[in-house]
Nanobody, 127 residues
Framework: QVQLVESGGGLVQAGGSLRLSCTASGLTFSMYTMGWFRRAPGKDREFVASINRNGGLTEYANSVKGRFTISRDNAKNTVYLEMNNLIPEDTAIYYC????????????????????WGQGTQVTVSS
């Protein structure tokens, strides 16, 4: 079955950086669009970033554009989220996700189109 395992979360001061990783198994990774989402305390899960299957196209939520970078290494079945200039509002549990359908060369931002989710990794940004 599909498994997604995130790592790299932690506690960081405002202005700092973190790099999240998500390693996938049970799917032909290079064929799938991947996404990062987050859930802040008391809020719904929200889209953060998506990357198409070959890494040539990316999409970001407005709140993270210019600060976060999504990338992937298909040889390692891993997708990354580089987070810079972190602010307290970035505090959340971060999840990587994969759809069960193929979306060609598109990115996907709709939460409902993702079927497989990791367990999440906590990111806490102190002020």
């Amino acid at each position: 079955q599909v498994q997604l395992v995130e790592s790299g979360g932690g506690l960081v001061q405002a202005g700092g950086s973190l790099r999240l990783s998500c390693t996938a198994s049970g799917l032909t990774f290079s064929m799938y669009t991947m996404g990062w989402f987050r859930r802040a305390p008391g809020k719904d899960r929200e889209f953060v970033a998506s990357i198409n299957r070959n890494g040539g196209l990316t999409e970001y939520a407005n709140s993270v554009k210019g600060r976060f970078t999504i990338s992937r290494d298909n040889a390692k079945n891993t997708v990354y989220l580089e987070m810079n200039n972190l602010i307290p509002e970035d505090t959340a549990i971060y999840y990587c996700a994969s759809p069960s359908l193929l979306y060609g060369s598109r990115t996907v931002s709709e939460t409902s189109l993702y079927n497989y989710w990791g367990q999440g990794t906590q990111v806490t940004v102190s002020s």
